[in-house]
Every structure is written in C-alpha cells, then in structure tokens.
C-alpha cells in the first residue's frame, strides 16, 4: 500500500518503487506446470518462483529504460 511506502521512504530515506505484482503468482503456478513439477511439490516453490518473476520485470525495466536513454 502506498502507506507502507511512505513509511519506508521515512524510515530507510530510499527510493521505493511500487511494482505490480499481480499475476507473478498465476505465470509461476503456469511455469511450474510446464515444468512437470508435482502439484503436491509446487507450493514450496511457488512463491521463491513469483519473486524471481517480480524482480526480473523490474530489472528488465531499469535495463529498457537505460537503453531507451542511450537512444536518445
């Protein structure tokens, strides 16, 4: 939530970036499936798999818009 931003803005003095994080969990749920992975084992990893999801986008959007940049 956007309190919880601002919280942590005051508290560390950082820059926070709010992501969409929405579907992480269905694309994960869907990679695990491709897969083969159990469905009994899935919940274990489920998670760790959205996270890896959440920070490639932003990663991939820092890179996008460097380069973007450089375009310019």
Same mark, same amino acid.
């Given at each position: 939530? /956007?309190?919880?931003?601002?919280?942590? @803005? =005051? =508290?560390?003095? /950082? !820059?926070? @970036?709010?992501?969409?994080? =929405?579907?992480?969990?269905?694309?994960?749920? =869907?990679?695990?499936?491709?897969?083969? $992975?159990?469905?009994?084992?899935?919940?274990?990893?489920?998670?760790k798999?959205?996270? $890896?999801?959440?920070l490639?986008?932003? /990663? !991939?959007?820092?890179? /996008?818009?460097?380069?973007?940049e450089?375009?310019?």
């Amino acid at each position: 939530s /956007l309190e919880f931003k601002e919280m942590l @803005v =005051r =508290r560390t003095g /950082l !820059d926070v @970036v709010m992501w969409d994080e =929405r579907l992480t969990t269905v694309e994960a749920e =869907r990679t695990l499936i491709e897969s083969h $992975v159990r469905r009994e084992n899935r919940k274990q990893y489920i998670d760790k798999i959205a996270a $890896v999801f959440i920070l490639q986008g932003y /990663l !991939d959007s820092i890179y /996008l818009k460097k380069k973007a940049e450089e375009e310019n």
